[in-house]
């Protein structure tokens, strides 16, 4: 055990996906950037290495966090620690919860164990955790959150890996975030999209196509500091996402709304569906954020890359 730091604290990062979710999960780039919010983890020797979980959860959301939480631990090598979590993410929204949490929960343990606790090795051993909740993901919530950098993510054909390109914007990259209605759990929005893939591969096909070739255009665009064509390439991104099925009214009246309050450009992030998170590419939100709060809009803003104000 690392005696010496106890108590030990983990923080996972929520993302943000600009440009390519879904298409990343048949291989083609995905361009993600880390939130301010996230999920906080924190460990204290016990007699026993468990986690603290709140009482307002289903016993099905607990046996799952367990399981997964006690395959961590043995992965990790953790000694007896109690865990307990915060998080300031809203649940099942897009914003990477689900990744966030197995990130701040691996970085924890091995920080108890006294283990290398880097981006990379956290990556790698958070994909445990995060595969039980959700099966075979592309990597890239797990990975943005570990890496707390925007990046350019490409999956490992059949694996939830992938290779990462680090990118830097010369510019502050400010988005603002909406959440709108209810959303459908990933997984069926994913396997919906699949089945429809499978029956129409070449059309769908087609379209992942273009969508990666979306999001490298955007790394480049960031690189340059030109944040008018990411904010052009985000709403044509949010053009195919509504053909592939994944928007909804919703979803499309918040884009139109963020668009008319001056945003770059604007589009779902995450899986989408009937509800979730809506991104907005500004070069100051605040103003729109004042405006939304005042209209009830669950909102905030968060920088993703790029120099900070001192
Ligand atoms: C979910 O945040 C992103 C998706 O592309 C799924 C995945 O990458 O595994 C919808």
Redesign the pocket.
């Known amino acids: 055990m690392n005696s010496r730091a106890a108590p030990w604290v983990g923080f996972g990062a929520g993302k943000v996906?600009l440009l390519g979710?879904?298409s990343?999960?048949y291989g083609h780039p995905?361009l993600a950037g880390p939130l301010s919010y996230g999920v906080t983890a924190r460990a204290v020797p016990s007699k026993r290495c468990h986690l603290s979980l709140p009482g307002t959860l289903s016993r099905a959301q607990r046996n799952l966090l367990t399981q997964a939480f006690q395959r961590a631990a043995a992965l990790c090598g953790s000694p007896a620690v109690k865990v307990t979590l915060e998080s300031e993410l809203p649940l099942s929204m897009?914003l990477?919860s689900s990744g966030a949490l197995a990130v701040a929960s691996t970085r924890v343990l091995l920080k108890a164990a006294g283990q290398d606790d880097s981006p990379e090795e956290v990556a790698r051993l958070a994909l445990e955790m995060e595969q039980e909740f959700?099966g075979t993901?592309?990597?890239?919530?797990h990975t943005t959150s570990a890496q707390q950098k925007l990046l350019l993510y490409k999956r490992h054909p059949g694996q939830s890996t992938g290779r990462v390109r680090i990118l830097k914007s010369p510019r502050p990259l400010k988005v603002l975030v909406a959440l709108v209605g209810d959303r459908s759990p990933?997984k069926h929005?994913?396997a919906a999209l699949r089945a429809r893939q499978a029956r129409w591969p070449d059309r769908y096909t087609r379209l992942f196509k273009q969508i990666g070739t979306l999001a490298s255009e955007g790394a480049k665009a960031v690189e340059q500091g030109d944040l008018e064509t990411l904010g052009d390439v985000m709403n044509v991104n949010q053009g195919l996402l509504a053909a592939l099925g994944l928007s909804s009214p919703p979803l499309e009246e918040m884009v139109y709304r963020l668009r008319g309050l001056g945003a770059l450009g604007a589009k779902l992030t995450?899986?989408g569906g009937d509800g979730g998170a809506v991104i907005g590419l500004f070069l100051e939100p605040e103003p729109a954020v004042a405006k939304l709060l005042e209209l009830g809009v669950r909102c905030f803003t968060s920088q993703l890359a790029g120099p900070r104000a001192l």
């Open positions: 996906i979710e879904h990343v999960v995905a897009g990477g959700h993901p592309s990597g890239v919530d990933t929005t994913v995450g899986a």
